[in-house]
């Protein structure tokens, strides 16, 4: 069975300060990875993916992802954190070879930007 | 609409009483996904459809769960003698292809409150 671990539940961060969010899985095959980014009383919406054809992705609001096979790794970060990056982050994986996209969620990390 | 539209927003029941949730995928999309996300468990998959196939209700946590999705569309969740333990917002998303690295769209949610 596959599992996601975000370290931290909360962060705090400074405006302009590096935003970053860590994110291991528990795979014997990679599976495909996803950032998915939630605003107060709203749905996920989808921040980035990694598919295997890129190590490096980028997404939406100046996030990027590097996945780390070796560490079994898919941190999350921006480099200049913004007040409307205030927001829970959910890592996810999906089954290399699942039928449909089936999410297993990690345990989300809320970030606070102090100004 | 443009979105996944989930009603209704928020639901208040009884103890034992039964509750239907209602899910409109995004026009065209064949697959569709119902999760919960409760401060216990975090965001756990329920069930998915895909087109007319069985669907695979591998997450539902009792048989007093069960979900529909009529001509490929609209869905509807529903829970039978409802339990304090099922308050939690109830996520629909919806997804163009089957994949496992499809995105999923996801709707605003259902909060469900059992008193």
Same mark, same amino acid.
């Given at each position: ?21 860590? $994110? ?15 605003? /107060?009383?709203? *749905? ?27 560490? +079994? &790794?898919?941190?999350? +970060? ?5 007040? &409307?990056?205030? !927001?829970?982050?959910? $890592?996810?994986?999906? /089954? ?9 969620? %990690? ?9 | ?5 989930? &009603? /209704?927003?928020?639901?208040? +029941?009884?103890? %034992? ?19 919960? #996300?409760?401060?216990? #468990? *975090? ?6 459809? #895909? *087109? ?14 069960? !979900?529909?999705? @009529? %001509? ?5 969740? @529903?829970?039978?003698?409802? #339990? ?17 690295? +499809? ?13």
């Amino acid at each position: 069975a596959q599992s996601v671990t975000q370290l931290g539940s909360h962060v705090s961060v400074s405006e302009g300060a590096l935003v970053l969010l860590r $994110c291991n899985y528990s795979s014997s095959v990679p599976p495909y990875l996803f950032w998915y980014v939630q605003y /107060p009383n709203q *749905g996920l919406q989808l921040l980035l993916k990694y598919t295997s054809a890129a190590t490096l992705v980028k997404g939406i609001n100046g996030f990027e992802a590097e996945f780390k096979k070796s560490e +079994t &790794s898919f941190h999350l +970060t921006k480099p200049s954190a913004h007040m &409307s990056d205030a !927001a829970e982050y959910f $890592c996810a994986v999906s /089954p290399y070879q699942a039928a449909g996209n089936k999410l297993t969620f %990690g345990g989300g990390t809320r970030v606070l930007v102090k100004p | 609409g443009a979105g996944v539209s989930q &009603s /209704p927003s928020n639901k208040v +029941t009884e103890k %034992g009483k039964d509750v239907e949730l209602r899910c409109d995928p995004i026009s065209g999309h064949t697959a569709l996904y119902w999760y919960r #996300q409760s401060l216990g #468990q *975090g965001l756990e998959f329920l069930i998915y459809f #895909q *087109g007319n196939s069985a669907p695979d209700k591998s997450g539902l946590p009792s048989d007093r769960f069960s !979900a529909e999705r @009529t %001509g490929g569309s609209v869905s509807t969740l @529903t829970i039978q003698r409802t #339990q304090q333990e099922d308050s939690a917002v109830y996520l629909c998303a919806s997804s163009y292809g089957a994949g496992p690295n +499809t995105e999923a769209f996801f709707g605003q949610g259902t909060r469900l409150t059992v008193v």
